[in-house]
């Protein structure tokens, strides 16, 4: 079993992890009002889902499931299991894809613009070392051992969400001309005329903060494993 430290730090990194850099540009292009009834949408038809599979996983207290496939053999029969194997490779596989080329990028801008120690442009091959360096990964078989790999990300995830905070908030009480000068962003007055209601953008920010519940899936693997689910 999973102690509570460990089942708490996946819990926490199966919702926090760099999507969150979407969230102010969604925002942005929806607007406040909008972008909070969208949100409160999306959090409780979550929570249901949630509520509503692990209801489902209890009904079958006497039979082993570890995860969403063998629920659904238990519900509809064996024959459903390949079929939600494969659709869990695939999803897992595109999320996977898309996080190891945000690094690559991310990795380059920081070694071209920050430290600059190389020339821009290596994107694809930070991209595949960080590929390689996660792939250890997917040998562990039980979400205890996973547990210490989200502490430590998590670590520089908040610390990450801590800078960016910091740094808006210092742009804020700026005026343009000085994070012009100072950041050479092309920030104008228009910049900060807020947008506080686009409806026509709310399907979009919900498919974007639905990218914040990826975890979903692996609700029923962390509730296998904890000590008292």
């Not at 590929?131 to 040998?139: K, Q, R, S």
């Amino acid at each position: 079993t999973s102690t509570f430290v460990l089942t708490t730090a996946n819990l926490i990194k199966m919702y926090i992890g760099i999507s969150f850099i979407s969230v102010p540009k969604s925002i942005q292009e929806t607007g406040i009002l909008a972008s909070i009834i969208g949100f409160v949408y999306i959090i409780l038809m979550n929570i249901f889902c949630v509520y509503i599979l692990l209801k489902a996983r209890n009904r079958f207290k006497r039979e082993e499931i570890v995860d969403i496939c063998d629920l659904a053999a238990v519900l509809y029969g064996d024959w459903l299991r390949p079929y939600m194997s494969a659709l869990l490779v695939s999803t897992n596989g595109i999320f996977l894809m898309a996080y190891i080329m945000f690094f690559g990028t991310q990795s380059d801008q920081l070694m071209c613009k920050t430290l600059k120690t190389r020339e821009c442009g290596h994107n694809y091959q930070y991209s595949f070392i960080i590929l390689l360096i996660l792939l250890p990964i997917i040998l562990m078989r039980r979400l205890a051992a996973v547990g210490f790999f989200s502490i430590f990300i998590l670590c520089f995830t908040f610390l990450a969400l801590g800078i960016i905070v910091y740094m808006c908030s210092k742009i804020y009480i700026m005026t343009p001309q000085e994070v012009n000068d100072e950041y050479h962003l092309p920030l104008t007055e228009e910049d900060r005329n807020y947008n506080y209601w686009d409806t026509s953008m709310l399907p979009l920010f919900c498919a974007t903060m639905m990218t914040l519940f990826e975890g979903n899936q692996q609700i029923l693997n962390v509730y296998a494993e904890a000590d008292r689910p």
